[in-house]
């Protein structure tokens, strides 16, 4: 009965400490491909990133679907796209290509990642 007490607390703490993208976490992700998009942050060194799986996510919501969240539900704040490359690697995802775009209106990095296997 001990061991079942315990294995059940691991599994709860194991998931409850899971970092997530729209209430799923990183590691359940079911798709091949992920793309992750780093803009700046106004006054501040730090990048947002949010992540883009194909999830549907509502237009109006106070809610960020895209966002990764720590255990606690916070956005993950990142120093610079390395960091969230190391972040997703660190989590599963082998990085695939880069590009952006640097207009008026989007200035933003986007890492195209593919989940291993």
């Known amino acids: 009965m001990k061991k079942l007490l315990i294995l059940s607390l691991i599994s709860f703490s194991a998931f409850a400490f899971a970092q997530t993208v729209n209430d799923v976490p990183l590691k359940d992700i079911d798709v091949d ?18 992540i883009d ?3 549907e996510t509502k237009s109006i919501s106070f809610k960020n679907g895209t966002s990764i969240k720590d255990e ?12 969230a490359l190391n972040f997703m690697s660190a989590n599963g995802y082998a990085f695939q290509f880069a590009y952006t775009t640097n207009d008026e209106k ?8 593919k989940k291993n296997k």
């Not at 491909?33 to 990133?49: A, D, E, H, M, P």
């Not at 989007?106 to 990642?113: G, N, W």
């Open 33 to 50: 491909y992920v793309q992750i998009i780093g803009t700046g942050r106004s006054l501040s060194t730090k990048v947002n990133v949010e």
């Open 53 to 55: 799986f194909g999830q």
């Open 72 to 83: 606690k539900g916070r956005n993950i704040k990142f120093n610079s796209m390395m960091d």
């Open 106 to 113: 989007d200035r933003s990095i986007y890492y195209i990642l």
